[in-house]
């Protein structure tokens, strides 16, 4: 697959409340004649096809805290209903998912 005659683009996704920057990159799909799924990249290699004069995008990240609110409250029902039916496993994985998102939304 020759990459030089695809249409290419390179996408930095920022989030400055939380100190987000993730870089990807996009390749057109003709015979679908759609975009294909973004890839990640390397701020390095994001930074490097910028200069080459490759089509690039920067995109606020945007997050939407009521979404995550509800999320919250869904792992908080299945937590109860893992206690209830004694699986340990499902348990451990939905805590370590409550965590991960307290973690992101208010640190250590």
């Given amino acids: 697959m020759n990459l030089s005659k695809q249409k290419v683009k390179y996408i930095c996704e920022v989030n400055k409340d939380l100190g987000i920057e993730e870089y990807y990159k996009q390749v057109y799909l003709s ?17 490097k096809k910028e200069k080459e004069g490759h089509p690039v ?18 792992i908080y029902s299945l937590i109860d209903l893992s206690l209830q039916t004694r699986d340990k496993e499902w348990f451990t994985s939905l805590i370590r998912r409550k965590n991960l998102i307290l973690t992101v939304l208010y640190g250590n």
Avoid: S
Avoid at 31 to 47: A, P
Avoid at 67 to 74: R, S
């Fill in 31 to 47: 015979d679908l004649q759609m975009w294909g799924v973004k890839r990640k990249i390397t701020k390095k290699t994001f930074l």
């Fill in 57 to 74: 995008k920067y995109y606020k990240a945007e997050i939407d805290f009521n979404e995550i609110k509800g999320t919250l409250a869904d």
